[in-house]
């Protein structure tokens, strides 16, 4: 999990949760109805081409609105590994880490169809296409403890007998 490549979808700033999932979807429990209208609004081609390991590359504030923890769970259901933005909504970033999907504070240079390679504990993006290196603040080891496990809840299953 300290190393993720991918395929970038770019989308611009202020994607909200309204727009990540619609409210219309939050009747059902069904992750698979979550992956097939993720951001459908947004990109509606995103949610037909939208392949296991791509990455969202986002401008400002990716994440804001309501609290809704569907907003990344519906992400990672797609298949999304990472989500790199200029800044998001604090309540996102925490939900996110908390189902264990990389959420990655960066100003990068990058296009669609790009490939980029992201290492969470020496904080680098490396596009592939065009050479440039990116550097972000690295995860701290809690935090990728939190990742590698899934999630907090995984990590908490995983750790509740420590020191017994």
């Given at each position: 999990?300290?190393e993720?490549?991918?395929k ?27 992956a ?11 949610t037909?081409?939208?392949k ?7 401008d400002e ?9 569907q ?23 925490r ?10 504070k ?10 980029v ?21 690295p995860?701290?080891?809690?935090l990728?403890?939190?990742l590698?496990s899934g ?5 908490y ?7 017994e």
């Amino acid at each position: 999990m300290d190393e993720i490549k991918g395929k970038i979808w770019t989308f611009g700033e202020n994607i909200d949760t309204d727009i990540i999932i619609p409210g219309r979807y939050l009747r059902t429990f069904d992750l698979q109805v979550f992956a097939n209208h993720v951001l459908e609004g947004e990109r509606p081609d995103f949610t037909k081409n939208v392949k296991k390991g791509d990455i969202i590359l986002s401008d400002e504030n990716f994440g804001c609105g309501s609290s809704r923890e569907q907003a990344p769970i519906a992400i990672k259901s797609a298949g999304v590994d990472a989500i790199i933005a200029k800044s998001f909504a604090r309540i996102f970033y925490r939900n996110a880490i908390n189902i264990g999907l990389p959420v990655i504070k960066a100003d990068i240079e990058a296009k669609d169809g790009d490939i980029v390679s992201i290492d969470l504990s020496n904080g680098v993006i490396i596009n592939e296409n065009t050479g440039k290196t990116f550097n972000f603040e690295p995860f701290k080891e809690f935090l990728l403890d939190i990742l590698r496990s899934g999630g907090l809840v995984e990590h908490y299953l995983k750790n509740k007998n420590i020191g017994e």
